[in-house]
DNA sequence: CAATATTGGAGAGTAGTACTATCTAATTGA
DNA sequence: TCAATTAGATAGTACTACTCTCCAATATTG
């Protein structure tokens, strides 16, 4: 197919198609002549993959790019090519300033709760300093976080990740995979988020809308 | 406090605390002369809570305006206010496009799983829009999301609300209160994303890299 | 009281992102 | 043959989040 045909079919303007294709983010098309490409059903798909990360999450096209380069590249087992498209993808542009007040202690806290979860998680993985900065940010707010809550986080966080993994088939080629890894990360990730904001809408109903609010009445069992 | 010392109490250069006044995200001191303005308390606080969600969360400004505007509103109860203030900071900028294909059915997903959840929420919430948008669009990579695996991050959504919630503090002042919730909200969802980041990499590690040695994988065929 | 510093307010300038538009020359389809 | 399409390159646009410079009016210090 050419490229009008592909604009077509994406719902992806031509002239943002030849964007993508020299920031590199879309690989190009076979040359038929100098003035000729043909593009197959592999761009088709990564350009819907492209939109589903650019509109659903808001991230910039450099994360983009990372996270697509990371799944493009040869050599490595499933594990590691998760992991590397992942951080491509998550990590954080801002370096993590290590120098300011709990910072460090909150690094430690998140240390410490990986190590009582017993989870097996790389040193240096963006997610880690994200955690990590989450922490100190509430800090700084004057509301630290209890351990009781970021257990509470983690349990819930090991529920989604174990369905988010259940899903991946690995009888997919490899490449399909990873890409469906990360778009489900990605994506759901702005699910997940929505549904606790509705589940957070409901219990402020329940607690604050519903009855009346200050007599301290034991938690409901309605589930 | 003058313009200088709130600087350097925040970390914020004075020149960006002034776009932030010209802006609207900061109120303006109490102008002791034509020259000079005097900043409280509450200032400090509010340029933490702007820095946070804006280092934290990567959320543009007027994101961060319309949350802080809703805070300041008077005349609401605690539900309405909470609402609004995820609403105004949780809201998505491009307006649902109900054109296209499967976008109608994923909204009827949404508010299926909702019925079936039994949660009080309000029709017309930017979260609803976000989930029903975050289906269609995993229907959209030929990849559909399944019912359990939707009620899965349900039921982990809500074990995540509810905490928020049980971490309010009903005897704190009604603006204080309001603030941390959405601090919370918000700073809070990256950790929750780094948590599930973390948790797949340990899943992943079970699964792709934990029974296998060095040498093999499971199965490639591909090249 | 004079010299220096700071401040509020306004405007312009900057760097980065994500496109969008225009142009040229080659090539294709009718 | 000749309008339409295309690759590739360059330039322009709109927006965001600052950052810088300037001014006149104060405030602080010697």
Known sequence: MRISELSRRSGVPVATIKYYLREGLLPKGE???STQATYGATHLRRLRLIRALVEV???PLV???????AIDDRGMDVHDLLGSAQHAFFADAKAA???DTGEREAEERAAALLAELGWSVTDHSPARDQLARAIATMDRLGRPVGDDMLRVYAAAARMVAEEDLRCLDPEAP???????????SAVMERALMALRLLAQEDASARRFDGDRPAEGRPRRMDD
């Open 57 to 59: 999450t808001d991230a």
């Open 97 to 99: 300033k290590a120098d």
């Open 174 to 184: 490899r490449e399909e995979m990873v890409e469906y890894a990360v778009a489900v």
């Open 63 to 69: 994360k983009v790019r990372a996270a697509l380069d």
């Open 31 to 33: 040359a038929t002549s």
